[in-house]
């Protein structure tokens, strides 16, 4: 898809129609705000089972025997699964099948599920669960990356079908020569950097049920973010085609990267039973299962080091990224590979060398949440340069636009940013909006207070070697169009952009325009919802579709008005010749018509971003279409007594491309840095031997209202030629950089970097205690 | 989620574990948002379960453990987690849910701000944030800012970074102070 495509096809970005840039209420606000059934849990069934498992009482060891006669027999229980009741294979996973359905003789961690009990009442099913009795046999485990690699260390996973020892992957960065760029440095910096284990926390706990089909098939209902893909990895491991299941999504309440692994886990599990059973089989997480037994945000050990002359030029960068990935795959190798092409930042440079390790251990397993990594390495890349302008006495400004991507920069994959590059822009917008210091406000009120800032670029789209997406647009008899589209509204408003963007190209009005239920019997595969390319990719797809269906109906226009059909134009539900507007027909009486001379008025789109490059020896390629940029800068006081941190302000500014809804792009910003708030201060799963230890809100906690800051947020909209009306993403660039804004602020008011997260009161109070700073 | 434990015992045939014993079932009677409700229910279950299990999915479940407001309702007026009840105490009280508040046919100003102002993104915590709000503006009809995100601390939400649910309170708080003004 090309910029002329859409400027031939729908006008160019000077000329944009209504819903463009419009603050369109939210589809879904209406069902939403007075509670109604949207959630997969608030459903009803007949006769339905509910299941509950059985977990691993050791992180790594072999099952030796289980026993499930005495849970059998328990009131109401209508079957005990264990590994040899699955009837295909006993391994699935995303990218390659590493991880038990149930375990069958290796057991790799303590979340791993030996048995499920399912019963005519979740209590029962509780009850019965207790009653499994097993007998295992512990073998060595290893828990963190750094003993996972020694030479002696256990292997994590002996028989994996890729990883290298506990490695599963390494990739390499190696642009320039690093040596040459050191010595060629008047100021070398190297730190370590360490972020934690970070639970999704959305607000809906991980929920689903499957019903049995007469024919066979299943039916899997329930939040996800990726229903193909449920579909592919479990119809292996139930025997069944991808065409006998058919998963329909609910609303999830909240993803971030979370409701991918779950909804896979929810309907392999729900469904074994309701094949077994052929009764529906309800399987909803507690809180307590969702918090303390799903993947996490992976915590990454990065060693930054770099290199800069006098006058701030940056002249080497040298990275080593560890990852603890817990036992399995799942999307790790795209975690890693999205997380080295941004570990850079937003700067030129011409000779970086990073090498990124995806480690395996016996910890809990982690998966993709907002940012898929990029948060923790900007938490590195933008403390250094924190550090780099302290020690340069540089202007922190000054310094990110000197080194920062423009135009025409070229970047550590060597990819030259031809278009769509806003990070100048942000930086001059974000540094306008700041006002005097806050210390110079600060009144004696004993605090100490600064000012950290942070920059960064994300890219829009999936970490996959193409990016695709399809989409359907159907028009029916009464003049309405529907849109069938596999991407999830999760909360971002993905299903009120589409509309927009779907309404504006075909010409109608946007209510008359639904973006359907995402059910795999009815639209097409779109991926995933993720990678913050749920308003780009599928909007590409929903326009091609549409370009389609204009197609079909504009010779039957032309016809009608007795005009060349490459004339005809659609409007707000009109139909006319462009040079003659007065003379209109409506989009109803056009579609009667067609129907009439037997068209049948369907589109099919497919948008591919075409291949994706990355090699992993030396990191050469176009790994990404486009991406965003941003600056966020933070205020913060900080309590010298209990070494409490208050956010009190954030200033964001984010180049987003064109702004479809930007009531819409604000709630993401907002929400995301809230989130980052959450990373940066607050939050930390606490994981002992792989056991979590914080398995609830009260021990995990996110931060609440009064955490909130003022926020001042600035869209910066550098049109996208490659997305629909310029668009590109924002979903989870959001919190990318709020780690490392917070963390220099903290820097600014206590004199001490923070290289760990969270940064607690305790360590905060520590830092000044020992002369951090003067109080 | 149940953690079995290995078993180390010879075990022969023959249970050691207690007996499955049926829960006994206690009448309960109260209203939920005006109408009478009966229902039948063991002492140990919430208030929670009991008014899902009875149709009324408009209160969420959460975490079951009074941490994160999604299941906030009105007991006689006054806002409080529905998990942190048992069923049996709501004998004879009046229940307020969101539905009660206003439904998508008759949405109450709260609920209409919170759509315009772009409060509402997955909607899970709405419900109870809307409660709570309820309550808020009721005993506080001009809330400050503060007093706004004190009023709910109590309610987490993952999406939306509070903002825009706060401003829309305080817009709601200005059209019904507004109202009550003209009526006077």
């Given at each position: ?531 913050s390319r749920s308003t780009t990719i599928p909007g590409n797809a929903i326009c091609e579709a549409i370009a389609e269906v204009r197609g ?62 990355f090699n992993p020896e030396t990191g050469e390629g176009r790994p990404f279409m486009v991406y965003s940029y941003g600056v966020q800068v ?113 820097r600014d008011a206590v004199g001490h970097r923070f290289t760990k997260l969270p940064i607690t009161p305790e360590s905060v109070a520590m ?9 | ?184």
């Amino acid at each position: 898809m090309s910029e002329r495509f859409y400027q031939e096809m729908f006008g160019g970005p000077d000329d944009d129609g209504d819903l463009i840039g419009a603050d369109m209420p939210r589809v879904d606000g209406p069902p939403k705000a007075d509670g109604s059934p949207v959630f997969a849990a608030d459903h009803k069934l007949v006769n339905p089972l509910y299941v509950v498992p059985v977990t691993a009482p050791i992180p790594c060891g072999t099952l030796e025997r289980v026993d499930t006669a005495e849970a059998e027999t328990a009131p109401g229980v209508a079957c005990v699964l264990t590994a040899k009741d699955i009837p295909g294979q006993k391994l699935y996973g995303m990218l390659m099948p590493d991880q038990p359905a149930l375990v069958d003789k290796r057991i790799y961690s303590l979340q791993d599920v030996v048995a499920i009990v399912a019963a005519d009442t979740l209590e029962q099913a509780e009850f019965a669960a207790g009653l499994v009795k097993m007998k295992t046999k512990a073998l060595p485990a290893v828990f963190e990356t750094q003993d996972a690699l020694k030479d002696d260390a256990p292997i994590v996973q002996p028989e994996h079908p890729v990883a290298k020892g506990n490695v599963l992957t390494h990739l390499k960065i190696r642009k320039g020569d690093v040596e040459k760029g050191f010595a060629e440095a008047d100021v070398v910096l190297e730190n370590t950097y360490e972020t934690q284990f970070i639970d999704h926390a959305y607000l809906e706990p991980d929920a689903g049920y499957v019903v049995p089909n007469p024919d066979g098939s299943i039916t899997c209902t329930g939040p996800t973010q990726c229903p193909h893909m449920v579909r592919r990895v479990i119809a292996p491991v139930l025997g069944l085609g991808q065409n006998e299941i058919q998963f329909i999504s609910t609303p999830p309440g909240g993803g971030f990267g979370g409701k991918e692994e779950t909804s896979i886990e929810i309907a392999m599990r729900a469904g074994l039973v309701a094949l077994k059973t052929r009764r529906p089989a309800i399987y909803n997480y507690t809180r307590e299962e969702s918090l303390g037994g799903k993947a996490k945000r992976v915590p990454a050990v990065v060693q930054h080091k770099i290199g800069a002359k006098k006058n701030g030029k940056i002249t080497a960068m040298r990275i080593h990224i560890y990852l603890n990935k817990g036992p399995y795959a799942a999307v790790g190798p795209g975690i890693i590979k999205k997380l080295i092409i941004h570990s850079s930042g937003a700067y030129e440079c011409d000779n970086v060398w990073a090498d990124g390790y995806l480690v395996l251990t016996n910890n809990i397993n982690t998966c993709a949440m907002r940012g898929l990594g990029v948060p923790q390495v900007h938490f590195a890349i933008e403390s250094q340069m924190d550090e780099l302008a302290l020690s340069l006495e540089m202007d922190p400004f000054e310094l990110r636009r000197l080194n920062g991507y423009k135009l025409g920069s070229s970047t550590a994959t060597r990819q030259v940013l031809d278009q769509s590059v806003g990070y100048m822009d942000c930086l001059d917008k974000a540094e306008k909006a700041l006002g005097p210091h806050p210390r110079e406000n600060a009144n004696g009120d004993g605090l100490l207070h600064g000012r950290g800032m942070a920059g960064f670029w994300y890219s829009t789209g999936a970490a996959s070697p193409s990016d695709s997406c399809g989409a359907q647009v159907h028009v029916t008899d009464d003049g309405k169009v529907q849109v069938g589209v596999g991407i999830i509204e999760l909360g971002q408003g993905s299903h009120t952009v589409l509309a927009q963007i779907a309404a504006e190209a075909m010409g109608v009005r946007f209510e008359d325009v639904r973006i359907m239920q995402v059910d795999t019997d009815a639209v097409p595969e779109s991926g995933f919802t993720a990678g913050s390319r749920s308003t780009t990719i599928p909007g590409n797809a929903i326009c091609e579709a549409i370009a389609e269906v204009r197609g079909i109906l504009a010779p039957v226009a032309a016809e009608m008005l007795e005009g060349p059909a490459e004339d005809i134009a659609f409007k707000h539900g009109r139909v006319f010749i462009k040079s003659a507007p007065e003379r209109s027909i409506s989009f109803g009486e056009v579609v009667s018509q067609a129907l009439l001379v037997g068209e049948q008025i369907t589109g099919q789109g497919w948008f591919t971003t075409g291949p994706l490059t990355f090699n992993p020896e030396t990191g050469e390629g176009r790994p990404f279409m486009v991406y965003s940029y941003g600056v966020q800068v933070a205020d913060v006081a900080v309590d010298p007594d209990t070494g409490e941190v208050w956010v009190k302000r954030m200033v964001a500014a984010h180049d987003v491309g064109r702004a479809i809804n930007p009531q819409g792009v604000i709630g993401q910003i907002q929400g995301g840095i809230e989130m980052g708030l959450g990373q940066a201060l607050i939050e930390e799963i606490d994981v002992h031997e792989g056991r979590v230890l914080t398995p609830d809100l009260a021990r995990y906690e996110i931060p609440v209202s009064m955490d909130t800051p003022e926020f001042t947020t600035i869209i910066v909209e550098e049109v996208n030629a490659t997305g629909p009306y310029g668009a590109k993403g924002v979903g989870e660039s959001s919190l990318v950089p709020t780690l490392a804004a917070i963390s220099n602020a903290v820097r600014d008011a206590v004199g001490h970097r923070f290289t760990k997260l969270p940064i607690t009161p305790e360590s905060v109070a520590m830092a000044i205690h020992k002369g951090g700073v003067a109080v | 989620m149940k953690m079995a434990t290995a078993s180390k015992s010879k075990r022969t045939g023959k249970s050691s574990a207690p007996a499955y014993v049926p829960p006994k079932k206690l009448p309960i009677s109260f209203t939920v948002n005006g109408q009478e409700v009966s229902a039948e229910a063991p002492a140990h279950t919430t208030l929670l379960y009991l008014l899902r299990d009875l149709g009324f999915t408009e209160v969420k479940n959460g975490c079951e453990a009074g941490d994160c407001g999604a299941c906030t309702i009105l007991l006689d007026g006054l806002a409080m987690n529905a998990c942190c009840a048992l069923g049996v105490q709501a004998e004879g009280r009046e229940i307020t849910t969101v539905k009660g508040i206003g439904t998508v046919d008759n949405l109450h100003p709260i609920q209409q701000k919170f759509i315009e102002h772009g409060a509402i993104q997955c909607g899970f915590c709405t419900p109870g944030m809307i409660v709570a709000a309820k309550e808020l503006l009721d005993l506080t009809p001009n809330p400050s800012r503060h007093e706004i995100k004190a009023g709910i601390a109590g309610n987490l939400c993952r999406c939306t970074g509070y903002v825009k649910i706060i401003d829309a309170i305080e817009a709601a708080a200005e059209e019904l102070s507004s109202k009550k003004g003209k009526r006077k």
